[in-house]
């Protein structure tokens, strides 16, 4: 799962929801000082990708993206936050710009007294809009870009993300259908360590 996917399943808490998304680039290392409900974000994060990694349809969808790929996760992963954006409607009551307008909003009020790292990862998220950038397949070839602006040359010499956009034009319809057969099983999964009232916005 992406960044979008991961605040979307969290409880409806924002130290939650950011706790949930800064585990991959803080190295799912808390601050010192951190609240307990940032920990807890944490922790679903960790819920999420373990349930994620292991689960029959996503490892014949990375299969189906190409038999060995050292980027095929990461690019699976963000596609899936396009499919999250583009059917929405099927996991949330709430509209989708409503939810991350408040998202955003919490979220700089929240990090004004976080370390310095970690308010600015969030703080780049919310003014470049980049949660709301996987809503089309351009922003998809966008996401892919920046990937590999991040690579080594050793790393790249290995795999691309962008070497993926032929390919996933191509496997579209299996790896959508894939996707909405996975993601409410994931949702019921991660639902059963969390208050019924704390997610309410979602459907299940």
Known sequence: MNWLAHVFLSKNDIEHQLGNLLTDPLKARAWDDASERIIQ?????KRIDMYTDSHPIVL?????LVKRGHL???????????YLSKHWKNFSDVKRVDFLETFHTEALKTIIDYPS????????????GQLSSYHSMNGVEAALGR????????????????????????????LE???????????????????????????I
Do not use: C, Q
């Open 41 to 45: 974000g944490m922790d679903t994060h």
């Open 60 to 64: 014949r969808s990375k299969a189906h």
């Open 72 to 82: 095929k996760g990461v690019v699976l992963d963000i596609l899936y936050d396009y």
């Open 117 to 128: 790292k970690p308010r600015v990862i969030i703080e780049r998220v919310v003014k470049t």
């Open 147 to 174: 990937i590999d602006k991040r690579l080594s040359v050793r790393a790249k010499s290995k795999d691309t993300a962008i070497r993926y956009l032929p390919i996933i034009i191509k496997e579209n319809a299996y």
């Open 177 to 203: 259908e894939a996707f909405l057969d996975f993601f409410p099983e994931l949702m019921i999964e991660i639902a059963k360590n969390l208050p019924k009232d704390s997610i309410k916005h979602w459907k």
